[in-house]
């Protein structure tokens, strides 16, 4: 303890300078407040080894004081533009480190560069080739859109496959690689084929999309798995999550419509395959624990309990209520898109947006379904459900009236462009479908049956697209006919306020409060701790094995 008193270069130059006289002998030391340079002496009534060790010590923790003090200064945060693009940095490298490159790399990959980059590429890839390359009328397209939609509806099924039926001892990365060779092989497809039928068209479509949902919930269930092996950084990989879609979904929007004009919508696809191919790659490089033992004989029992717990979840009335109206709201919002886009980009009777324009009207919903998370994170998400639900539905039903007066042409009789007026439209909608989505995750669902609410918005969103589709063929919205275009816009609005008249289906509850009963929410101990890495199934068995 003396000697921390002495100043460090002190003992290094100590060391220096007796260093081989400790290689021979020993030290003797005196009273430790009295201790000097001159008390180090050669004596061979001590033990060499512990002469050596002191000195050891000594200049380690010299090192650790320097060490310490670099440390310090890296950490002081830096002031101006250096700090604010260290920051972000500097929290990735943090991400890296703590649970492993591989891992983060997989995130930026299937959320930034294939479910955002690519899924804004498809979207209007996928508009285009069917206006252009297949030639199908609107509400066609509106059918075709549904049917690759479907590998979404059963995307619990891809969960449980992934917890219950490892591949070669590998719970992830088997996934990763199925889903990036089915969406590599489908998009080839696509691009290469000179006339392909639009069957097949329509199943490699359904093939990419469920390369998609695959690679989407395989990375789910690894960012639950770091969640509970790091609890802390929970906030700070579901951050990431969005940061990396909503980066991807804009730069993809933004460039969509530039690609489309320079290599068509083919062209397109091709590019697809590179997306699809990284998470290929993520299936090679995840770092994933091999258990080359286990019991393949449980996996149907595993998925009988699976069911048993969704039908018991679902009987209980607090549930199948919300869940019933989260459906009708979907549902009765009829999607008529594919005949605004076929309006958007007419030469006769719409504004003839060029393929540029229409990628950067996408690229501004995305911007106002930031917002909306924005606007329902910071203002809304403490307020009631039933009164959030009411005013959202009710404003997003007024919103359609955008619509309405851009396919009336009123808006040019006011003076404002028609691009700045589907920018508008856009962004309004983008936000409010936004909080009307957020407004219907409860938040003691993420665990017990998110899964579950998922299918039925899923289920909700395929009903609203075949609806819209049958309504444009009922109106006779056709590739060059738009006379009834805007009847369709006035009956959808008029169905999104239909939903409010089910509102006595959502509880009028606080909204920091569990809407579900206690003997649901309740889970084993036991059944959590055996089968952490099921996070998928976790959720779904505990209650059938309680009962």
Known sequence: EGVKSKPVGWLKSTWRQEAFCYLGASYQALDPSELEETDFHCSGNTDLFTGLLFLRVMVEEEEDLKSSGDMMEENEPKKGCSGALCTPINWFKMLCVEMHWSFVMGVVVVYGINQGLGGALSRVGTEYYM?????????????????????????????????????????????????????????????????????????????????????????????????????????????????????????????????????????????????????????????EPHSPNFAYTQVNQKFIDAGKAMWTTLKCPDVWRPCLYMYFSLALSLNILDGMFYWYTDSKSGPSFSQENVGYIFSIGSVGSLLGAVLYQNVLKDHPFRDLLFWTQLVYSLSGTLDLMLVLRLNLKFGIPDYFFVVIDESSNGCLFLCLAQSFVLRESKELFFALLMSIDNVGLLSATWGGGILLHVLKVTRTQFDNLWLAILIRNFLRLAPLCLLFLVPRVDPNSSILPTEILNTKEDIETQETENIELVSLVNRVDDR
Request: charged residues 10%; hydrophobic residues 50%; contains cysteine.
């Open 131 to 287: 206006k252009d390359v297949q030639k199908v009328q609107p509400s066609e397209a509106q059918f075709y859109q549904g049917i690759t939609s479907i590998p979404w509806l059963v995307k619990p099924l891809w969960g449980l496959l992934t917890d219950v039926l490892p591949i070669f001892g590998y719970r992830r990365r088997p996934y990763f690689i199925v889903a990036g060779s089915i969406g590599v092989i489908s998009m080839l497809v696509l691009s290469f084929h000179e006339k392909l039928h639009i069957a097949l068209a329509l199943l490699s479509l359904t093939a990419g999309s469920a390369g998609v949902a695959v690679a989407d919930v395989t990375i789910d269930a690894c960012v639950a798995q770091n969640s509970i092996n790091h609890p802390s950084l929970a906030a700070d990989m579901q951050s990431l999550c969005a940061l990396s879609s909503s980066l991807g979904a804009l730069l993809g929007f933004s460039v969509s419509g530039i690609f489309v004009h320079l290599i068509g919508p083919k062209g397109v696809y091709g590019l697809l395959a590179i997306p699809f191919g990284l998470v290929f790659l993520i299936g090679t490089l995840l770092k």
